[in-house]
């Protein structure tokens, strides 16, 4: 250990080498004169070669002092930047950041929510990758993901899953169907009807929950057509292939052949959650969730579009 360098080596080396006088050194190193120029023979001799020349009247470099003075200051500048990336790290500003969402996630505040935290934080890798609810929370648990967006997740073992959105749930009709103009419907009224339905394997609970609603009112649908996207099931709709129940945020979307209706004595609502590991204790995560939180709690004040 005697014969290795340490930081404070170099720094009391480029102190006296900027300096070029031992007392100027000293005290802006706060240290007294003696234990400073012990520091500076202990480091030559490390070296095995002189660093300065000494006078009674002035302190110069070597050649081999020169090239050290170099190096040393090299070194204690990356260690500086080694030191201040660390610690944006621990502050959650640098790093990769995996994030699962499902994709009716992106027509409520969300796709602000994402652009807010790369202008709050520009040097982190955000990585979106979009999926179903399962998909995302297979993504959590197996670690290949360190937050999810989900809708209706419900509590999941190993995930902490919070609300951050609820929504009504509203019937979706072709424009030319005869109900196409009330202007509130009750579930029952589509009793009868074929339904095009997200598949239950994309999440449980946001199959269940719609089919809650028609079997509080007497009937399970039959369902004659499944598709992963709303955009896809609007569009079915729309050409007559049967009617659904969905968030009303898929209001957003629907094409001019398409009507979405409140549903009328529906107390069932849909949640957009947002779910990490539980324990989970890295800024770069925590400071997302808390962007996220945020926009959710803002949108809510004014009105989520739906």
């Not at 020349?53 to 020169?66: F, N, P, Q, Y």
Request: proline content about 6%.
């Amino acid at each position: 250990m005697d014969n290795e360098i340490e930081l404070r080596h170099l720094r009391y080396f480029v102190a006296v080498a900027e300096e070029l006088h031992f007392g100027r050194a000293a005290a802006r190193l706060h240290l007294a004169q003696p234990p400073l120029s012990q520091q500076i023979k202990k480091l030559e001799e490390i070296l095995g070669y002189a660093l300065f020349t000494r006078t009674s009247r002035a302190v110069k470099l070597t050649s081999a002092g020169e090239v050290f003075l170099e190096r040393a200051q090299r070194t204690l500048r990356h260690v500086r930047e080694d030191m201040e990336e660390v610690r944006s790290i621990g502050r959650g500003e640098v790093g990769y950041l995996r994030v699962g969402f499902i994709g009716s996630s992106m027509l409520t505040v969300l796709p602000a929510i994402f652009g807010r935290y790369r202008r709050a934080y520009p040097k982190v890798n955000l990585q979106l990758q979009e999926s179903y609810t399962s998909g995302v929370v297979e993504g959590l648990l197996k670690a290949t993901l360190d937050a999810g967006i989900l809708r209706d997740g419900g509590p999941t073992h190993g995930l902490t899953v919070e609300r951050l959105y609820s929504e009504p749930f509203v019937a979706v009709l072709p424009g030319k169907h005869p109900l196409a103009k009330q202007r509130a419907l009750s579930p029952r009224a589509l009793k009868d009807e074929p339904f095009v339905f997200y598949p239950p394997y994309s999440s449980k609970l946001a199959y269940e929950k719609p089919v809650s609603i028609c079997e509080a009112h007497g009937f399970r649908p039959k369902v004659v057509q499944e598709a992963p996207q709303w955009l896809t099931i609007l569009r079915l709709v729309g050409a007559g292939l049967g009617v659904s129940i969905a968030p009303a945020c898929v209001e957003r979307i629907a094409a001019p052949d398409v009507v979405c209706i409140p549903l009328r004595g529906a107390a069932v609502r849909s949640d957009i959650e947002l779910a990490f590991r539980e324990g989970e204790g890295r800024e770069i995560v925590r400071a997302f969730a808390e962007i996220v939180r945020d926009g959710f709690a803002h949108g809510r004040k004014m009105k989520i579009p739906s």
